[in-house]
């Protein structure tokens, strides 16, 4: 019996009652000890702000120094520049006054040049459409200056201005016809108002020759004009 009984389970009383929840609290610390701690969390506080400030500061100052840096970059790009370009103008100094000296140059060489008849191919003329049987054995040639203007003043009412004259003597064996060689001079471009001045009979060797003086004159239309501006230059 004693066996069994001490076997027995032993019953629990169950409570009946419960155990309050949420029962209002009381603080017992110091005041003390509580500013203590109030004081502790402002100055955690604080070291975060203190340092949120200065890694901002150290951003703004990186910021700063790459602006910067850039700055001086793109200001020595440009002292680059403007150091070249002076180069560049001492190199070309020179040119406006070269290029002035040409057109002087230019000037000079129309103003000489503005009278300039080229003489070669009209006494070429002359002689080709001269009579077979007549040769030419002078030539004189007469041309304006510069300094002279517009041109010669006509010999007659009748004849037109002239920038210049030809005048030569032709030979022949017979007795020329110096009207039609007056009216074949005239043929040929920029040659007007021929003449016939003089008519001299010479004997060589038993030879007769019959010697013509003649005057043609030079239209404006002979000036070469080689270097008067045009549209293409």
């Known amino acids: 019996m004693s066996a069994l009984l001490d076997r027995a389970p032993t019953r629990q ?3 009946t009652g419960s155990t309050p929840v949420g029962l209002p609290q009381v603080n017992l610390l110091p005041p003390e000890v509580r500013a203590a701690r109030s004081l502790s969390v402002v100055k955690r506080w604080l070291a975060m702000a203190v340092v949120v400030v200065l890694a901002l500061i150290a951003l703004v100052y990186v910021f700063a120094l790459v602006v910067r840096g850039q700055a001086d970059e793109r200001l020595a790009d440009a002292e680059h520049r403007t150091t070249t370009l002076l180069v560049k103008e001492r190199e070309y100094a020179e040119v406006p006054q070269v290029l002035g000296a ?3 140059t230019k000037s000079a060489r129309l103003v000489a040049t503005s009278t300039e008849v080229l003489w070669r191919p009209y006494l070429d003329a002359v002689v080709a459409v001269m009579p077979t049987d007549v040769r030419v ?10 300094s002279d203007g517009v041109g010669f003043a006509p010999a007659s009412p009748l004849d037109s201005p002239s920038v210049g004259s030809l005048t030569f003597e032709a030979q022949s064996k017979t007795l020329p016809d110096t009207s039609a060689m007056l009216d074949a001079l005239v043929t040929v471009p920029g040659l007007q108002d021929a003449w016939a001045s003089a008519l001299a009979v010479t004997e060589v060797e038993g030879t007769t020759y019959y010697t013509v003086s003649i005057s043609v004159q030079m239209s404006d239309t002979t000036l070469a004009q080689r270097f008067v ?4 230059n």
């Open 13 to 15: 009383k169950k409570s």
């Open 102 to 104: 040409i057109e002087r």
């Open 137 to 146: 054995v002078s030539f004189a040639a007469t041309g304006l200056s510069p």
């Open 229 to 232: 501006p045009t549209e293409e």
